[in-house]
């Protein structure tokens, strides 16, 4: 059974990087798209970007100028960098596969709450 | 951006009611939809996938139907563990976006 695991700080300082890690376990990495999405409390969802495990990505443009995902196949990780965040960057982040042959997200993490706040 | 619009936002029924809810999309997306069930503090679920396509291990009282820009999901007989918030997603182009959510209540 394919488990995916967020981690990383759950508070951030406005204007620094949130950084956070997504650990796959029971699957490979190889051979998906894997992505990131985030949920403002009391809000609904919002995608960020793709990232294909060879490297090549696909972000939102609303966050495109912010955003770096990227992927380590020797650590079966995926990770998401966004910068210069503000208040309202806080939100529950998920990281989610794609379902091969489709655009639906088949497995996905039980999200980490990350707070933008000084 | 393609944008998803769900209702009701909230609705309340009680345990064995027949129970639509509709997305509808800002222009045609084929088939290309899923629906998700989120629950607090556990991993979003994928239930439908290419509008009408049931996920693996998912009740049967769970269906999609729908194409082109309207789409539905029905729960054919509502369970006490079927609370929970419901959302379109569309994958027919990018970004990827979804509906505003749908809380079902259980009376």
């Known amino acids: 059974q394919v488990q995916l695991q967020e981690s990383g700080p759950g508070l951030v300082k406005p204007s620094e990087t949130l950084s956070l890690t997504c650990t796959v376990s029971g699957g490979s990495i190889s051979n998906y798209y894997w992505s990131w999405i985030r949920q403002p409390p009391g809000k609904g969802l919002d995608w960020i970007g793709y990232?294909?495990?060879?490297?090549?990505?696909n972000y939102n443009p609303s966050l495109k100028s912010r955003v770096t995902i990227s992927v380590d196949t020797s650590k079966n990780q995926l990770s998401l960098k966004l910068s210069s965040v503000t208040a309202a960057d806080t939100a529950v982040y998920y990281c989610?596969?794609?379902?091969?042959?489709?655009?639906?997200?088949?497995?996905w993490g039980q999200g980490t709450l990350v707070t933008v706040s000084s | 951006d393609i944008q998803m619009t769900q209702s009701p936002s909230t609705l309340s029924s009680s345990v064995g009611d027949r129970v639509t809810i509709t997305c509808r999309a800002g222009q045609s997306i084929s088939s290309w939809l899923a629906w998700y069930q989120l629950k607090p503090g556990k991993a979003p679920k994928l239930l439908i996938y290419k509008a009408s396509s049931l996920e693996s291990g998912v009740p049967s009282r769970f269906s999609g139907s729908g194409s082109g820009t309207e789409f539905t999901l029905t729960i054919s007989s509502l369970q006490p563990d079927d609370s929970a918030t419901y959302y379109c997603q569309q994958y027919n182009s990018y970004p990827r976006t979804f509906g505003q959510g749908t809380k079902v209540e259980i009376k």
């Open positions: 989610a596969r794609v379902r091969r042959g489709t655009g639906a997200f088949d497995y």
């Open positions: 990232i294909y495990y060879s490297g090549s990505t």
